[in-house]
């Protein structure tokens, strides 16, 4: 998007000097003049034209930063003056200077002059255009990056946050297991710490992290759950923390100490799409309710995918009553499962 931004005002650019170059290639067609003359006019108006070509990134590249947007408006005001004035006393030395120039009837010469000027004027309009359409894409990217970080910053510590209690509830019965869950988390904040801030991080690792988020939770509900996990090896980059919020929500609406319980997770590569599914059966048929399967993780997850894709490329897809089979030749039962496809992230 940023790329095609960038052509459309290059694009926008050479229209206007190519309409530039019209004027004096079209006054002296209307002043009798053949269209060899005319083009010679316009060679000879090159040196000329340069002067626009002055004041337009005169402005687009110093006035408006420096001046315009730092509210200095005389100071706008004098240095477009002063460059006026250069431009219109080059207009007179150089005509004269130029038979097949002086040759033009001198009210056709004023025309062009008042021509030109106002073209001047447009230039100097469209060059502050599309300085503050620039400016204005900028901020918003600015505050598109703050957002995307705000957001990793908040999923940090609630991560971290529902981790550690999971591990207090394993210390009260399991002192040694808890050591080997504490090294595993040890080995996770490391990939938070080094990974998270990065924009985009190898599948392979990203699949590594919640492979060992499940079996730190597996270690907790080592009696009652039962996990699958098919994660096949595909190659590419997605952004870090993407997927974790949709396994937590899992656990937190399917694990249990108590009743027997399935959580199944898959990850695959469909052409340029990732698609990523977890699901966890209802203990007791325990459907949470729209307001409790949400939280900070999956409201975070919906920002944090608005922001990284357009709409067209992702897929979000939370289902709160649906029914599966977690295993062959097994029934199906009451089940929450949640589906995200994205796109690949082009280099």
């Known amino acids: 998007m940023k790329t095609l931004k960038s052509h459309i005002d290059l694009l926008l650019q050479a229209v206007l000097w190519g309409l530039m170059l019209l004027i004096p290639f079209l006054s002296a067609l209307s002043s009798g003049a053949t269209w060899k003359d005319s083009l010679w006019v316009v060679i000879y108006s090159v040196p000329y034209f340069l002067i626009y070509v002055i004041i337009f990134y005169a ?30 006393a080059q207009f007179i030395v150089y005509t004269s200077w ?67 209690n999971n591990i207090s509830s394993l210390a009260a019965f399991d002192p ?9 988390l040890s080995d996770m904040l490391r990939y938070v710490l080094y990974e998270g801030s990065k924009p985009l991080t190898p599948i392979t690792d990203e699949l590594r992290f919640m492979e060992d988020y499940v079996e730190l939770m597996r270690l907790r509900y080592a009696d009652t759950l039962h ?12 952004p870090p923390l993407l997927y974790i919020s949709l396994l937590e929500n899992a656990f937190k609406h399917g694990a249990s100490s108590r009743h027997p319980c399935h959580i199944a997770a898959s990850f695959t590569a469909e052409g340029e799409w990732l698609c990523f599914a977890v699901a966890n059966s209802l203990p007791n048929n325990d459907v949470p309710s729209s307001k409790e399967s949400g939280g900070v993780g999956i409201e975070n997850l919906r920002r944090r995918l608005s922001l990284l894709y357009p709409p067209a490329d992702y897929v979000l897809d939370i289902r709160e009553k649906a029914s599966r089979s977690f295993g062959e030749g097994m029934p199906e039962q009451p089940a929450y499962t949640a589906t995200l496809q994205i796109k690949r992230k082009k280099k």
């Open 59 to 88: 402005n687009y590249l110093w006035f408006i930063p420096r001046f315009l947007f730092r509210k200095r408006y005389w100071q706008m005001v004098v240095a477009n003056v002063a460059l006026g004035i250069l431009l219109n």
């Open 98 to 164: 130029h038979e097949s120039l002086s040759q033009v009837p001198i009210g056709m010469r004023a025309i062009m002059g008042l021509a030109i000027g106002f073209i001047t004027i447009l230039f100097i309009l469209a060059a502050i255009g599309l300085r503050v359409q620039k400016r204005n894409a900028q901020l918003e990217l600015e505050a598109t990056v703050a957002e995307r970080e705000r957001l990793k910053n908040q999923l940090n510590p609630h991560f971290l946050f529902n981790t550690l």
């Open 176 to 184: 040694d297991a808890t050591q080997t869950a504490i090294a595993r």
């Open 227 to 238: 996990i699958h996990l098919d994660f096949n090896e595909v190659e590419g980059e997605v």
